[in-house]
């Protein structure tokens, strides 16, 4: 296999910018993930591919659960700042505000919109494990269009 052309074609593959939130006990985890999708609609479900050796992998893993937050197309800093490590402080998380949701993940207040999921499924294949939620919470904050990892210049993937 052409290994440029295959990384050129599954970059083709377009993607929002997501934070995604996960908490465990005192633990509180985040990270920029852009592998998210929609599965099914009853119930409604998602997938979420999660880094195997990342903190936020360890604790949704333990929780059984996680908070999808939505990047809006204003967001790139906040994008770039959690693919760091950002340790939680009070109600912040670096440069934004949370409250806890139904499943105990943090909502992200200035998020155009989230979703809490509880895990149903976990495919464990490859670098990044594939974790399937069951929505049960979900909100709209605002309007603001989803940041899309092609209006940034970087890519990730292939």
């Known amino acids: 296999m052409d290994e440029q052309a295959k990384k050129t ?9 997501f934070l995604l939130t996960a908490k465990n006990g005192d633990d509180i985890a985040s990270g920029t993930v852009n592998w998210v999708t929609q599965t099914s609609f009853k119930p409604p479900m998602v997938a979420v591919g999660i880094k195997q050796d990342s903190h ?20 790139k800093d906040v994008a770039q700042t959690f693919f760091g490590t950002v340790k ?6 670096g440069p934004l505000t949370f409250k806890a949701g139904t499943t105990g993940s943090p ?5 155009p919109a989230y979703w809490e ?8 294949q490859g670098d990044h494990h594939v ?23 970087w890519n990730y993937g292939g």
Not at 60 to 73: D, H, P
Not at 88 to 93: C, Q
Not at 117 to 124: D, K, N
Not at 133 to 151: I, Q, Y
């Open 88 to 93: 939680p402080e009070g109600d912040h998380l």
């Open 9 to 17: 074609a599954l970059r083709r593959i377009p993607y929002g910018l």
């Open 56 to 75: 936020p992998y360890g604790v949704v893993k333990a929780s059984g659960a996680f908070a999808i937050n939505a990047l809006g197309a204003d967001q």
């Open 131 to 153: 974790f399937l939620g069951e929505v049960v919470e979900a909100g709209v904050n605002n309007e603001t269009p989803t940041l899309l990892m092609r209006d940034t210049g």
């Open 107 to 111: 909502v992200i207040k200035e998020s």
């Open 117 to 124: 999921c509880r895990v149903v499924g976990v495919l464990e």
